[in-house]
């Protein structure tokens, strides 16, 4: 039987993979230490999540592994063999690196490392999919010129109006420290495919959602605003007006694109996976399409200072994907994202 092995697999997009791939028949091992708590405390906790996996698909099985122990890492990788690879397992936050830099760049790029190596010497043959993020991109996206809308900013140069192509530089701007030990793991990630032949990809993410995330207020905007709305509790805005905009994407169909690439890997390639203009929302206008679904009005506070780095107008151009995968698109709308996120929430909050 094929298997697959994700990283991070109690995690929003790993916890997706896993059930996604169990459903098509493979054997899935996930791998996961619950680091998310240790990272944001007791609301990132994602055990009830790996709880919901081991209790519902018959051919998974957890193993309680940190990515940072590279012996181990080896050695599972070893014995298992998997006929593919995801990795999510990271430390996922912009804000949250800066208070944490070694667990930061060891997760990021040393714990990616050590996967990488793990699979060139136990299965150099299987697709590796390796989650990146927009943040490689550091602030550059911001020196594109704008034009400001009535509840967005949007871009003035028609050379970006499909979105960011996944030819934009990655250098010499300000990244944040997690978006360069997200470049470091992104670049080994590349440098595995050209320069051993292995069958690497890196996904650089726009913002990945669903009803399986555990959004905490540094990460996961869209299920955390979510849950503030059902809450009542204040939403706290940075800069921009609020203005700020986002392309989202559901898990789903992270999955599917995941799938897609396993099944007809390419070597050392990049591809920018966010929902595209046509699931691009700014905060303000989130609020609205909530409040469309709970019925409650928003409660926040606007701060006029924007968090360092931060994307004011950031969505990918989906043009090579397309090309590469042409079986594969967007099949949830941001509405449905939405409708799907305050229905887990609700169920979650009781
Ligand atoms: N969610 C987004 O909006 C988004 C956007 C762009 C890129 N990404 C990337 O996608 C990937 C997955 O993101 P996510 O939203 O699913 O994150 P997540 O925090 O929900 O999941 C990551 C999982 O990895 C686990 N983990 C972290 N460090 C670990 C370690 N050292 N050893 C073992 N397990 C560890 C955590 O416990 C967690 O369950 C990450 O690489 C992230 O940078 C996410």
Avoid at 107 to 116: E, F, I, K
């Amino acid at each position: 039987m094929k298997s697959i092995l994700v990283t991070g697999s109690s995690g929003l997009i790993g916890s997706e993979v896993v059930t996604f791939f169990h459903n098509l028949g493979f054997s899935v091992h996930g791998i996961d230490s619950n680091q998310r708590a240790v990272f944001f405390g007791p609301q990132g906790d994602t055990r009830w999540s790996q709880q919901r996996l081991v209790d519902t698909l018959p051919r998974f099985s957890h193993h309680e592994l940190d990515i940072r122990n590279r012996q181990g890492l080896i050695e599972l990788v070893k014995q298992l063999k998997p006929s593919g690879i995801v990795h999510t397992a990271a430390q996922p936050s912009h804000d949250r690196a800066a208070d944490i830099p070694f667990d930061d760049f060891d997760t990021n790029a040393v714990g990616t490392l050590n996967l990488l190596e793990a699979a060139r010497q136990a299965c150099p043959e299987s697709p590796f999919i390796h989650m990146s993020t927009n943040k490689v991109y550091g602030e550059l996206p911001n020196s594109i010129p704008l034009v400001e809308q009535e509840t967005r900013w949007d871009y003035a140069d028609p050379a970006y109006s499909n979105g960011i192509a996944e030819s934009f530089s990655i250098d010499q701007s300000k990244h944040s420290l997690f978006g360069a030990s997200k470049v470091a793991g992104d670049v080994m990630v590349q440098e595995y495919g050209r320069y051993f032949d292995m069958p690497t990809c890196c996904l650089r993410g726009g913002c990945l959602t669903g009803p399986n995330h555990s959004g905490v207020e540094l990460h996961g905007f869209l299920s955390y605003l979510v849950k503030c709305n059902l809450e009542g509790k204040e939403y706290t805005v940075f800069g921009y007006k609020g203005k700020q905009v986002r392309d989202n994407i559901h898990s789903e169909d992270v999955a599917r694109f995941i799938h897609a690439f396993y099944e007809t890997p390419r070597c050392g390639e990049v591809y920018n996976l966010g929902g595209g203009k046509g699931n691009s929302c700014s905060i303000l206008e989130a609020f609205a399409l909530t409040e469309e679904f709970t019925g409650k009005q928003q409660v926040y506070r606007y701060v006029d200072q924007n968090r360092i780095g931060d994307h004011i107008c950031y969505y990918s151009d989906l043009s090579k994907m397309k090309k590469h995968y042409p079986q594969w698109d967007i099949t949830k709308s941001l509405r449905q994202t939405v409708r799907e996120i305050v229905a887990s929430w609700q169920g979650r909050l009781g």
